[in-house]
């Protein structure tokens, strides 16, 4: 009996196929913004470092509220109580976050002075954020953080849309390797330097990208550089100072002595013009010259301190004791420092997985170098130096006082993007499998480790340890039906699932630009 002739694949049935085959790669966002917001309800109200200050601002901005009233003078308010102690267990470590229990809803008036009232920071994230402000603080700031969650979320999926394919591996291995675990707590927070996190990394890449694309894309990317720049200039008055310098380093990555390029630059010209307008209207822009002066009211890192000098130190001799110790404040964002109100130790694992894996990524980066990228990288190194150093030097500061790697964290960001760009319009720096699986299952276990430390570090204190976070709870939020063990677990596989499936783009043969003639 003969066989019939064999079965044939049209080209129709392999496009309908390709059409209709899942896409992993769709889950990225979901994944992503389950993870942050994991991060988001893993620490109580007021857990963020200088949250007291920056919940009172957030209601009493756009004219205040009915929770914010005017004092008996210019740079006072009358708020309930509740704002003022929402930070009760703040830098005690053993201390639990159920004190807040007690002050929550206690709405007896108080007369304080520690607030924005005197344009310190720029208005427009406490602006943005006081529309989210309402008369139940634990739900309004939930709020706040889950829709922080959400615009990184947002802003990092459009640039992946929008950005050429060579450049999709940047922004990827960029934030991968900068924000764990410091940025997974501070992006989805309360806490404007959030804000200057995602605006700094977003401004970058959408101007890259706005030089070396054409079209709707372009206009596109255009105006995500200016929601970048302004959301950074507008939280921060020093992140306005880091958008200006990744705007300059863009330039230098693409600048060529072409005519339709300099009517191009003009969207950068504005950029600039934006930030520094609000860096020079923010009181921030103090500390540039007369360095942290407070005195004593800034947090000192317990870590730096075992370590520290005990002998004041000035001159010369404090210059180059900061500028020796300056990487402890750099591997402060990969968890050598304390999160929160510099209150929540970390394991040693998760600095040494999360620091590695930057290392590992930047050196693969530096492979790919020539002059443009060697003088922006290196630039954005030298500010790195110099910059804490003069501030620490000229405030009378030592490393572990008063800076702290927060306010370094988006120039980190920028730092990393750099050293993962290709010059040469490739997709960037590339791993084998081994070596891929490796670098991000470092970072799994960073996020998992950190997470479930800062989670513990409220339900009960950090004197009760455990891996079950339900077991004494002392604290959790009201009302809220899933329980502190669920959103770590929950939280942790969401970040262990964002890697898998980015898997396929960051192994992806490199894509080549195509020649401009």
């Not at 960029?174 to 675990?181: F, S, T």
């Not at 750099?418 to 070596?435: A, M």
Request: glycine share 10%; with cysteine; net charge neutral.
């Amino acid at each position: 009996m003969s066989k019939g002739p064999p079965a044939t694949v049209t080209t129709t049935d392999t496009s309908t196929r390709r059409r209709f085959r899942f896409r992993w790669i769709l889950l990225a966002p979901v994944l992503a913004f389950i993870a942050l917001s994991a991060w988001a309800f893993a620490s109580p109200i007021g857990a963020g470092p200088d949250d007291d200050y920056h919940i009172v601002s957030i209601w009493c901005a756009n004219g205040g509220s009915a929770e914010c009233e005017p004092g008996s003078e210019a740079n006072t308010r009358i708020v309930p109580n509740s704002f003022v102690r929402i930070a009760c267990y703040a830098q005690v470590e053993s201390r639990s976050a159920d004190c807040s229990y007690e002050y929550l809803d206690d709405t007896t008036p108080m007369e304080i002075k520690r607030g924005n009232f005197a344009g310190e920071y720029p208005p427009v994230y406490y602006g943005v954020m006081h529309l989210f402000a309402g008369d139940d603080v634990q739900v309004s700031a939930l709020a706040m953080r889950v829709f922080n969650a959400a615009l990184f979320v947002g802003l990092a999926t459009a640039l992946f849309a929008l950005l050429p394919v060579y450049r999709r591996r940047t922004l990827l291995w960029g934030w991968l390797v900068a924000l764990v675990p410091l940025g997974m707590f501070i992006v989805p927070s309360n806490n404007p330097s959030g804000w200057a996190v995602t605006g700094v990394g977003t401004a970058f890449l959408a101007l890259l990208g706005w030089f070396e694309t054409t079209g709707r894309r372009r206009w596109a990317l255009g105006a995500l550089y200016l929601v970048g720049a302004v959301m950074a200039a507008g939280a921060r008055g020093d992140a306005a100072v880091y958008v200006i310098g990744a705007t300059v380093t863009a330039v230098i990555l693409t600048a060529v002595r072409t005519r339709p390029y300099l009517l191009s630059a003009i969207l950068p010209v504005v950029g600039i013009i934006v930030a520094f307008a609000f860096f020079a209207s923010a009181g921030q822009s103090g500390v540039a010259s007369s360095g942290f002066t407070s005195g004593g009211g800034g947090a000192t890192n317990p870590v730096a301190g075992e370590g520290g000098v005990e002998a004041p130190l000035s001159g010369f001799a404090l210059a180059a004791y900061n500028l020796l110790m300056l990487p402890l404040l750099w591997t402060g964002v990969w968890g050598t420092w304390a999160l929160g109100w510099l209150d929540t130790q970390l394991p040693s694992i998760v600095p040494w997985a999360a620091a590695g894996a930057f290392i590992v990524v930047g050196f693969a980066g530096i492979g790919r170098l020539d002059w443009r990228k060697a003088l922006a990288t290196g630039g954005t190194l030298l500010v790195l130096i110099a910059l804490p150093v003069y501030v620490l030097t000229t405030g009378g500061d030592q490393v572990g006082a008063n800076l702290q790697p927060r306010y370094l964290l988006p120039l980190i960001v920028l730092f990393a993007f750099l050293l993962v760009t290709d010059p040469s319009r490739g997709s960037g720096p590339t791993f084998t499998r081994v070596q891929t699986f490796v670098i991000l299952a470092a970072l799994a276990v960073a996020n998992l480790v950190s997470l479930q430390v800062n989670i513990r570090r409220y339900v009960t204190g950090a004197d009760q340890q455990g891996l079950n976070l339900d077991d004494g709870a002392e604290w959790w939020w009201r009302g809220f039906p899933v329980g502190p063990s669920a959103v770590w677990i929950i939280g942790a596989l969401a970040y262990a699932g964002l890697v898998a499936v980015l898997w396929h783009q960051l192994r992806r043969p490199a894509a080549l630009a195509p020649v401009k003639a």
